[in-house]
């Protein structure tokens, strides 16, 4: 193979991080990265040749995470090895890995293996709290190693290939029905579950700013546009200040409620 490209869409930083461990189970590549979190990365090209292999990551949310048309529009692969995984917070991923799979193999990639990954919810720390832990991280690397084997040995098929995964949460289990039926109709998360504040806390170092996707924030005004954004929660989590703080009723009442229906350890899940 000739080049490993590490692609990613990843607000917070834990989709990165686990597309970097996977990538540590292959040995012998030159590695590039390519960052889709801001606007102008998403508007370039990226053609991957047949004898690279990508490991590409993203967030969920009962399905691939908004912006995902235009992510997968700038890929374009010609039977290009294709690795790839989600994260979650412990709860559900719904039908992103089958998603995954039809717009991967629609931008002309070879998919030979899929996983899910557990790390922190990014909407409530305390949940998934520690994740991805020792044993998570070993099983990332392993399961880089392993897809990286099957690729070498020619295989680009798929053996078990992944279905809608459920929750035990009761109000979970509706949006994945809801997006089972509507597969096609692009996630959004509704204004009211958006609203934020800055606090005093606030320095204007521009952290959030830079790893806002859709340029939602005035760090001069401190404001945000609640059209553009998407609620990826990059900005409350990337804050050294913790200065940024959601304020919307909605999703501290939803979040309760995943909480409570959470507590049992979620393992990843592999296909190959």
């Known amino acids: 193979m000739a080049k490993l490209f590490l692609v990613y869409f990843s607000p917070s930083g834990s989709t990165e991080k686990a597309v ?4 540590k ?24 040749a047949t004898e690279d292999v990508v490991i ?20 374009h692969g010609d039977n290009t090895p294709f690795i790839g995984i989600i994260t979650y917070g412990n709860g559900y991923y719904g039908i992103a890995l ?24 990014s909407m409530d720390t305390a949940i998934a709290e520690g994740r991805p832990d020792s044993d998570d991280l070993r099983m990332m690397r392993d399961f880089g190693r392993k897809a990286y084997e099957k690729i070498l ?35 959004a998360l509704p ?23 859709v340029d939602a924030i005035d760090i001069e005004a401190k404001t945000f546009d609640v059209d553009k954004c ?5 900005c409350i989590n990337r804050c050294p200040k913790h200065a940024i703080i959601s304020t919307s009723k909605e999703v501290e009442d939803i979040m309760r409620s995943f909480g409570e229906a959470s507590t049992k350890r979620l393992e990843p899940e592999i296909f190959m």
């Open 191 to 213: 204004p009211s579950c958006k609203a934020k504040i800055i606090t005093d806390s606030c320095i204007k170092c521009g952290t959030c700013v830079r790893h806002c996707p």
């Open 25 to 48: 189970g292959i040995e012998g590549l030159p590695v590039e990265a390519i960052d889709l979190l801001t606007p102008a990365s998403r508007k370039k090209r990226y053609t991957f």
């Open 98 to 121: 089958s998603e995954m799979l039809a717009r991967a193999k629609n931008q002309g990639f070879k998919v030979a293996a899929l996983g899910a990954f557990v790390s922190r919810h």
């Open 20 to 23: 970097r461990e996977v990538a």
């Open 56 to 75: 590409f990551g993203m967030i969920t949310a009962g399905k691939l995470f908004t912006l995902s048309d235009e992510i997968f529009a700038c890929l």
């Open 230 to 234: 998407i609620g990826c929660w990059g």
């Open 153 to 187: 040995g020619g295989d680009m098929e798929l053996h078990n290939t992944p279905g809608t995964n459920w929750s035990s949460w009761e109000m979970g289990n509706k949006v994945i029905a809801y997006r089972e039926e509507h597969p096609d109709e692009p996630y």
